[in-house]
């Protein structure tokens, strides 16, 4: 099968097309034939070998944790899927990704693809939407009537944010540039701050949750806005526990676990049209591809999610 490969840490030329072994599926896995998957931060995060530490994988890396397409494959013990199905999941971080024409992936992480959503829109959907949700409903607690400050509205995990957060009856603010105040608003932003007319941190106060996507800065001002017993749960760096207790808030990291019920969920409000998949950018599986669509990524302006059409 073709693949993108890299086989040391470096800038985006070390992502190399080469053919590869095409995987086969163990115990309560399936192979997915792949036909769109989608870039994400921590795709060149690893590529330039910042999360080594964290994530010490060994080469050839294949990267890529979003994935849309076909099972073409079942291994023992998968009893709810069949060659054939339509599906999508954000797989276990292995070293073994989604820039390929085939990958494997566990069965339980795994959710239909509903029958209208195209397979770009599912591969941009997972690993951003999972992360949203796990940041507003498991680790923070957002319900009905919450105030929610969500960072870089138009953004993957951003975009899902606010939606998931209005789905569950909150008030939602988010942050963006000029260029994408109409897009927020459409997704069901109930106030939006232009960040480069606005301080938000001026404007907003007496919110229930922030939502960080950026960290530093953002993320130092984001506790003046949050009401005493507030939460604020980043994706971008862990927040330092003396100045959340300073605020009197709660404040955590949180790093994406996979969980396909949790995606079901997401399905399902996809399907029912609640759900919308902002797709900015679209490039093909080659090496110039996934290149272009690392530098693109990198250069945090991406609007929506980046996909990479495999068929």
């Known amino acids: ?6 086989k040391e840490y470096g800038h985006k030329d070390v992502l190399q097309e080469q053919e590869f072994e095409k995987p086969t599926p163990e115990e309560g896995q399936v192979v997915v034939k792949v036909h769109a998957t ?19 994988f060994e080469f050839p890396i294949i990267l890529g ?28 971080l292995t070293n073994r990704g989604t820039y390929a024409e085939y990958t494997v992936v566990d069965a339980h992480l795994l959710a239909k693809i509903p029958e209208n959503i195209s397979y770009e829109e599912a591969a941009a959907t997972p690993l951003t939407a999972l992360t949203a949700y796990q940041c507003l409903f498991e680790h923070g607690s957002v319900k009905e009537d ?46 939006v701050i232009d960040y480069t007319k606005q301080n938000f941190e001026e404007e907003l106060s007496d919110y229930d949750f922030v939502l960080d996507t950026l960290g530093g800065d ?27 207790n300073e605020h009197g808030v709660k404040a955590f990291f949180v790093w994406l676990e996979p969980k396909g019920e949790q995606l079901k969920e997401i399905a399902d409000q996809m399907e029912n049209g609640k759900l919308k998949v902002i797709i900015g950018h679209r490039f093909p599986l080659t090496e110039q591809g996934i290149q272009d669509a690392h530098e693109l990524s990198e250069t945090h302006h991406a609007k929506g999610k980046i996909v990479i059409n495999v068929i």
């Open 146 to 191: 919450d105030k929610v400050l969500v960072h870089a509205g138009s953004g993957g995990v951003g975009s899902f944010a606010i939606q998931l957060a209005k789905n569950a009856g909150a008030y939602v603010a988010t942050t963006c540039s000029t260029k994408n105040v109409e897009l927020v608003k459409e997704l069901g932003a109930d106030e």
């Open 218 to 244: 953002i993320q130092e001002k984001s506790y003046k806005v949050l009401k005493s017993g507030g939460e604020l749960a980043s994706v971008a760096a862990p927040p330092e526990e003396e100045k959340a």
């Open 1 to 6: 099968m073709k693949a993108i490969v890299m």
């Open 38 to 56: 989608s870039i994400n931060p921590i795709d060149w995060k690893l590529r330039e070998g910042y999360l080594k530490d964290m994530v010490p």
């Open 65 to 92: 944790w979003d994935v849309a397409g076909v099972v073409d494959e079942v291994g023992e013990g998968v009893t709810d899927y069949q060659v054939g199905d339509k599906v999508f999941a954000r797989p276990e």
